[in-house]
């Protein structure tokens, strides 16, 4: 079964909505538990986050399924926001 459609317009609509919220939470996360003073964590956790975008990007092109894809992008970024705000120390 191709990537034609509907298929290819929820593959790519998940790679770039999913991808962005995976990244933004893997920013957050990291923001909040690397040793370093705030202000630094923020950077280097925004920084880092591009390189996780453009891996899920490769990930999200490589699996092809669109339904996969999805749960495979917003399920980590959920649990990884959590758990980034939760270090952070604003849901204590």
Excluded: D, Q
Excluded at 57 to 73: C, D, E, S
């Amino acid at each position: 079964m191709g990537l034609t459609g509907w298929r290819l317009l929820s593959l790519i609509c998940a790679t770039v909505l999913g991808g962005y919220a995976l990244a933004t939470a893997a920013g957050v996360f990291l923001g909040g538990v690397l040793p370093l003073p705030r202000g630094e964590a923020a950077l280097v956790g925004n920084l880092l986050s591009f390189v996780v975008y453009v891996g899920a990007a490769i990930w999200a092109f490589t699996v092809r399924r669109p339904g996969k894809v999805w749960l495979g992008l917003v399920v980590p970024a959920c649990v990884l926001a959590g758990v980034g705000l939760w270090f952070a120390g604003r849901w204590a």
